[in-house]
T-cell receptor, first 115, second 113 residues
Framework: GESVGLHLPTLSVQEGDNSIINCAYS??????FIWYKQESGKGPQFIID?????DKRQGQRVTVLLNKTVKHLSLQIAATQPGDSAVYFC??????????????FGKGTKLSVIP | NAGVTQTPKFQVLKTGQSMTLQCAQD?????MSWYRQDPGMGLRLIHY???????DQGEVPNGYNVSRSTTEDFPLRLLSAAPSQTSVYFC????????????FGNGTRLTVT
Protein backbone atom coordinates (compact mmCIF):
# COMPACT_ATOMS: atom_id res chain seq x y z
CA GLY A 1 0.00 0.00 0.00
CA GLU A 2 0.92 3.66 -0.17
CA SER A 3 3.16 5.07 2.47
CA VAL A 4 1.28 8.35 2.50
CA GLY A 5 -2.32 8.41 3.67
CA LEU A 6 -4.97 10.66 5.10
CA HIS A 7 -6.99 10.40 8.31
CA LEU A 8 -10.11 12.08 6.89
CA PRO A 9 -11.27 11.70 3.29
CA THR A 10 -13.80 14.56 3.57
CA LEU A 11 -13.95 17.66 5.72
CA SER A 12 -16.72 20.26 5.96
CA VAL A 13 -15.88 23.56 7.62
CA GLN A 14 -17.87 26.72 8.28
CA GLU A 15 -16.60 29.79 6.50
CA GLY A 16 -14.31 31.74 8.78
CA ASP A 17 -13.34 28.75 10.89
CA ASN A 18 -9.92 27.13 10.82
CA SER A 19 -9.38 23.90 8.89
CA ILE A 20 -6.99 21.11 9.76
CA ILE A 21 -6.17 18.42 7.23
CA ASN A 22 -4.09 15.48 8.41
CA CYS A 23 -1.72 13.11 6.69
CA ALA A 24 0.19 10.06 7.91
CA TYR A 25 3.33 8.78 6.31
CA SER A 26 5.16 5.56 7.00
CA UNK A 27 8.58 6.08 5.41
CA UNK A 28 11.06 7.41 7.93
CA UNK A 29 13.53 8.10 5.10
CA UNK A 30 11.26 10.79 3.64
CA UNK A 31 12.89 14.18 4.00
CA UNK A 32 10.67 16.58 2.12
CA PHE A 33 6.92 17.05 2.26
CA ILE A 34 4.53 19.12 0.18
CA TRP A 35 0.89 20.07 0.34
CA TYR A 36 -1.05 20.56 -2.87
CA LYS A 37 -4.50 21.96 -3.57
CA GLN A 38 -6.49 20.67 -6.51
CA GLU A 39 -9.60 22.42 -7.77
CA SER A 40 -12.03 20.68 -10.07
CA GLY A 41 -10.69 20.37 -13.61
CA LYS A 42 -7.26 21.70 -12.73
CA GLY A 43 -3.86 20.34 -11.87
CA PRO A 44 -2.50 20.23 -8.33
CA GLN A 45 -1.29 23.61 -7.13
CA PHE A 46 1.61 23.96 -4.71
CA ILE A 47 0.60 25.38 -1.33
CA ILE A 48 3.47 24.92 1.08
CA ASP A 49 6.37 22.59 1.73
CA UNK A 50 8.53 21.59 4.67
CA UNK A 51 11.84 19.83 5.07
CA UNK A 52 12.36 17.08 7.61
CA UNK A 53 14.73 19.26 9.65
CA UNK A 54 11.81 21.54 10.50
CA ASP A 55 8.64 20.93 12.50
CA LYS A 56 6.62 23.97 11.47
CA ARG A 57 6.40 26.33 8.54
CA GLN A 58 3.98 29.15 7.92
CA GLY A 59 2.70 30.75 4.78
CA GLN A 60 -0.13 33.09 4.02
CA ARG A 61 -3.09 31.70 6.04
CA VAL A 62 -1.53 28.24 5.96
CA THR A 63 0.70 26.39 8.38
CA VAL A 64 2.25 22.98 7.95
CA LEU A 65 3.25 20.95 10.98
CA LEU A 66 5.54 17.94 10.85
CA ASN A 67 5.79 15.42 13.66
CA LYS A 68 8.50 12.96 12.75
CA THR A 69 8.06 10.97 15.95
CA VAL A 70 4.62 9.76 14.88
CA LYS A 71 5.15 10.35 11.15
CA HIS A 72 2.34 12.85 10.90
CA LEU A 73 1.87 15.91 8.73
CA SER A 74 -0.91 18.45 8.96
CA LEU A 75 -2.09 21.48 7.02
CA GLN A 76 -3.85 24.23 8.90
CA ILE A 77 -5.85 26.84 7.01
CA ALA A 78 -6.82 29.92 8.97
CA ALA A 79 -10.12 31.72 8.40
CA THR A 80 -11.27 29.26 5.76
CA GLN A 81 -12.87 30.86 2.72
CA PRO A 82 -15.16 29.44 0.00
CA GLY A 83 -12.22 29.59 -2.40
CA ASP A 84 -10.42 27.07 -0.22
CA SER A 85 -12.89 24.37 -1.24
CA ALA A 86 -10.83 21.77 -3.09
CA VAL A 87 -9.08 18.45 -2.69
CA TYR A 88 -5.86 18.64 -0.70
CA PHE A 89 -3.01 16.20 -1.19
CA CYS A 90 0.06 15.61 0.87
CA UNK A 91 3.16 14.25 -0.81
CA UNK A 92 6.45 12.96 0.46
CA UNK A 93 9.82 12.54 -1.13
CA UNK A 94 11.97 9.71 0.06
CA UNK A 95 15.63 10.50 -0.18
CA UNK A 96 17.08 7.34 -1.72
CA UNK A 97 20.37 9.01 -2.43
CA UNK A 98 22.01 10.78 -5.36
CA UNK A 99 19.45 13.57 -5.11
CA UNK A 100 16.64 11.32 -6.30
CA UNK A 101 13.18 12.83 -6.45
CA UNK A 102 10.04 10.74 -6.65
CA UNK A 103 7.04 12.06 -4.86
CA UNK A 104 4.49 9.71 -3.33
CA PHE A 105 1.05 11.25 -3.03
CA GLY A 106 -1.74 10.56 -0.62
CA LYS A 107 -5.24 9.94 -1.92
CA GLY A 108 -6.51 13.39 -0.95
CA THR A 109 -8.99 15.06 1.39
CA LYS A 110 -11.93 16.99 0.03
CA LEU A 111 -12.48 20.25 1.89
CA SER A 112 -15.95 21.79 1.60
CA VAL A 113 -16.50 25.27 2.98
CA ILE A 114 -20.01 26.05 4.16
CA PRO A 115 -20.94 29.71 3.54
CA ASN B 1 4.68 32.93 -17.87
CA ALA B 2 2.67 29.92 -19.09
CA GLY B 3 4.27 27.37 -16.74
CA VAL B 4 3.41 23.78 -17.73
CA THR B 5 1.16 23.43 -20.78
CA GLN B 6 -0.57 20.21 -21.70
CA THR B 7 -2.43 19.38 -24.90
CA PRO B 8 -5.02 18.20 -25.67
CA LYS B 9 -7.33 18.81 -22.70
CA PHE B 10 -9.64 15.96 -23.69
CA GLN B 11 -9.17 12.90 -25.89
CA VAL B 12 -11.24 9.83 -26.74
CA LEU B 13 -9.49 6.83 -28.24
CA LYS B 14 -10.55 3.40 -29.35
CA THR B 15 -8.74 0.36 -28.03
CA GLY B 16 -5.55 -0.19 -30.00
CA GLN B 17 -5.17 3.36 -31.22
CA SER B 18 -2.03 5.32 -30.52
CA MET B 19 -1.56 8.91 -29.53
CA THR B 20 0.87 11.34 -27.96
CA LEU B 21 0.09 13.61 -25.04
CA GLN B 22 2.07 16.80 -25.29
CA CYS B 23 3.74 18.64 -22.43
CA ALA B 24 5.81 21.80 -22.57
CA GLN B 25 7.26 24.02 -19.87
CA ASP B 26 8.85 27.44 -20.18
CA UNK B 27 10.57 27.58 -16.79
CA UNK B 28 13.83 25.97 -17.94
CA UNK B 29 13.25 23.09 -15.55
CA UNK B 30 15.47 20.07 -15.91
CA UNK B 31 13.13 17.65 -14.16
CA MET B 32 9.85 16.66 -15.83
CA SER B 33 7.43 13.87 -15.07
CA TRP B 34 4.10 12.30 -15.98
CA TYR B 35 1.46 11.18 -13.51
CA ARG B 36 -1.90 9.56 -13.91
CA GLN B 37 -4.75 10.27 -11.54
CA ASP B 38 -7.48 7.73 -10.94
CA PRO B 39 -10.33 7.82 -8.39
CA GLY B 40 -9.22 6.32 -5.11
CA MET B 41 -5.65 5.84 -6.36
CA GLY B 42 -4.21 9.30 -6.07
CA LEU B 43 -1.42 10.44 -8.36
CA ARG B 44 0.91 7.74 -9.63
CA LEU B 45 4.20 8.36 -11.40
CA ILE B 46 4.48 6.95 -14.92
CA HIS B 47 7.82 8.20 -16.23
CA TYR B 48 10.20 10.99 -15.39
CA UNK B 49 13.22 12.75 -16.82
CA UNK B 50 16.05 14.54 -15.03
CA UNK B 51 17.24 16.28 -18.19
CA UNK B 52 17.32 16.20 -21.97
CA UNK B 53 18.20 12.74 -23.24
CA UNK B 54 17.51 11.04 -19.90
CA UNK B 55 14.31 9.23 -18.96
CA ASP B 56 13.39 6.66 -16.35
CA GLN B 57 10.42 4.61 -15.25
CA GLY B 58 8.14 5.45 -12.40
CA GLU B 59 5.61 3.35 -10.55
CA VAL B 60 3.29 2.50 -13.48
CA PRO B 61 5.29 2.68 -16.75
CA ASN B 62 3.76 -0.23 -18.69
CA GLY B 63 1.97 0.82 -21.86
CA TYR B 64 3.66 4.22 -22.03
CA ASN B 65 6.78 5.56 -23.72
CA VAL B 66 8.53 8.88 -23.28
CA SER B 67 11.41 10.78 -24.79
CA ARG B 68 13.17 14.00 -23.88
CA SER B 69 14.90 15.56 -26.85
CA THR B 70 14.69 19.12 -25.49
CA THR B 71 14.54 20.69 -22.06
CA GLU B 72 11.12 22.19 -22.79
CA ASP B 73 9.17 19.18 -24.06
CA PHE B 74 8.32 15.80 -22.56
CA PRO B 75 5.71 13.93 -24.64
CA LEU B 76 3.97 10.79 -23.41
CA ARG B 77 3.12 8.16 -25.99
CA LEU B 78 0.48 5.46 -25.83
CA LEU B 79 1.37 2.94 -28.53
CA SER B 80 -1.76 0.78 -28.24
CA ALA B 81 -4.39 2.28 -25.98
CA ALA B 82 -6.31 0.07 -23.56
CA PRO B 83 -9.42 0.84 -21.47
CA SER B 84 -7.24 0.56 -18.35
CA GLN B 85 -5.46 3.70 -19.53
CA THR B 86 -8.60 5.77 -19.15
CA SER B 87 -7.46 8.40 -16.68
CA VAL B 88 -6.46 12.00 -16.18
CA TYR B 89 -2.82 12.60 -17.05
CA PHE B 90 -0.73 15.31 -15.49
CA CYS B 91 2.65 16.57 -16.56
CA UNK B 92 4.84 18.29 -13.99
CA UNK B 93 8.23 19.94 -13.80
CA UNK B 94 10.54 21.24 -11.09
CA UNK B 95 13.64 23.31 -10.67
CA UNK B 96 17.11 21.94 -10.05
CA UNK B 97 17.09 22.49 -6.30
CA UNK B 98 16.44 19.18 -4.55
CA UNK B 99 13.76 20.59 -2.30
CA UNK B 100 11.72 22.47 -4.84
CA UNK B 101 8.08 21.60 -5.56
CA UNK B 102 6.59 20.13 -8.68
CA UNK B 103 4.57 22.47 -10.88
CA PHE B 104 1.68 20.76 -12.63
CA GLY B 105 -0.15 21.34 -15.86
CA ASN B 106 -3.95 21.27 -15.97
CA GLY B 107 -4.15 17.74 -17.25
CA THR B 108 -5.40 15.69 -20.19
CA ARG B 109 -8.56 13.67 -19.66
CA LEU B 110 -8.25 10.49 -21.72
CA THR B 111 -11.04 8.00 -22.36
CA VAL B 112 -10.32 4.70 -24.09
CA THR B 113 -13.36 2.81 -25.34
Amino acid sequence: GESVGLHLPTLSVQEGDNSIINCAYSNSASDYFIWYKQESGKGPQFIIDIRSNMDKRQGQRVTVLLNKTVKHLSLQIAATQPGDSAVYFCAENMNSGAGSYQLTFGKGTKLSVIP
Amino acid sequence: NAGVTQTPKFQVLKTGQSMTLQCAQDMNHEYMSWYRQDPGMGLRLIHYSVGAGITDQGEVPNGYNVSRSTTEDFPLRLLSAAPSQTSVYFCASKGSSYNSPLHFGNGTRLTVT
